[in-house]
């Protein structure tokens, strides 16, 4: 690994880590941006956005106490990037944010996970069920911030890393 | 041609999200926890590290945990965008230098909403501890 790519990652992990800080104080529960930050570094820099999404799970961790809310961090974020490394040619804004509204939309779902794990199907269910409304409210801000501001961000980070690459 | 497969595609993709929106929440109407009306009685049991539990009897007509537990005056807290947060428990109040919280159990079980969500029934057991460290 190069030092611009250590740079990098640890630029771009704590960017994601402040980002999602700041926006807990707002008054709309689930919405985020980092679905949107893992599918744009996912396709600008492939393989490296990995280091990232586990820097910031770590930072994560550190900052709000592992438990285990975190086993779900350990996971969730690296089906998002698979997935849209599956999908690394698409282009279309639209298309883009139905993946990040699917995600945002499917994170309880998928969090739920360990409890299905731990307490058997009564205690997933039970924890799927009573999310159902964070993750519409998840769903929904994905899809409009997807549709807002995954092409300019994207075509950003595309042109700073190629000039960097110079 | 070419332009309007495109956004036949781009509307079935809406489409199909909105679907899944609607019946997301149809099936949280269906399964989340149903409310009981009528009179009850439940009891709530205040665990303090280091202290006695103390357990208060509740006689309410109330549907929901918060509103039972207002009625006894037991609670102080503020409202979130995730709902209200319980900050202190019959006078003793969770010092978050300390790390300090207040973590809602039933019957021993976790539970998966906060007290504006929380249905009750008759007989119904919670516990309120104190816990210390996130």
């Known amino acids: 690994m190069k030092i611009k790519d250590i740079v990098l990652i640890g630029m771009m992990s704590a960017m994601m880590f402040a980002i999602q800080v700041a926006m807990a104080i707002l008054p709309l529960p689930n919405a985020e941006l980092i679905s949107l930050f893992v599918i744009v570094f996912a396709l600008v820099f492939g393989y490296k956005a990995l280091f990232i999404i586990y820097i910031f799970v770590l930072l994560e961790g550190i900052f709000y106490g592992f438990h285990i809310w975190w086993i779900n961090y350990l996971y969730v974020w690296t089906v998002l990037f698979f997935v849209a490394r599956l999908f690394r040619r698409k282009r279309s804004s639209l298309f883009w944010a139905v993946i990040s509204g699917a995600f945002g939309l499917s994170f309880g779902a998928l969090c739920s996970i360990p409890y299905f794990l731990t307490g058997g199907i009564p205690s997933g269910a039970a924890y799927w069920v009573s999310g159902i409304p964070f993750d519409i409210i998840h769903g929904i ?3 409009i911030v997807g549709l807002v ?4 961000i994207y075509n950003l980070v595309d042109m700073l890393y190629n000039k960097a690459k110079c | 041609m070419e332009k309007s ?3 036949s595609k781009t509307i079935l993709a809406v489409v199909i999200f909105a679907a899944i929106v609607i019946v997301l929440g149809l099936v949280y109407n269906k399964f989340k926890p149903q409310t009981k009306e009528g009179s009850k009685e439940i009891s709530v049991t205040i665990v303090v590290p280091e202290e006695e539990p103390k357990e208060v009897t509740i006689k309410t007509d109330a549907e929901y945990l918060r509103q039972a537990l207002d009625e006894k005056k037991l609670i102080e807290g503020s409202d979130s965008t995730y709902g209200y947060y319980i900050t202190g428990v019959d006078g003793r109040t969770a010092d978050s230098a300390k790390e300090e919280w207040w973590c809602i ?6 539970v998966n909403t906060g007290i504006d969500a929380t249905p ?3 007989g119904d057991k919670f516990e309120l501890t104190l816990m210390i460290g996130y």
Not at chain 1, 149 to 152: G, K, V
Not at chain 2, 105 to 110: A, I, M, Q, R
């Open chain 1, 149 to 152: 501001a995954i092409r300019p």
């Open chain 2, 105 to 110: 159990t039933k019957g021993g079980e976790d």
């Open chain 2, 120 to 122: 009750i029934a008759d």
């Open chain 1, 141 to 143: 801000s994905n899809f």
């Open chain 2, 5 to 7: 497969k495109k956004y």
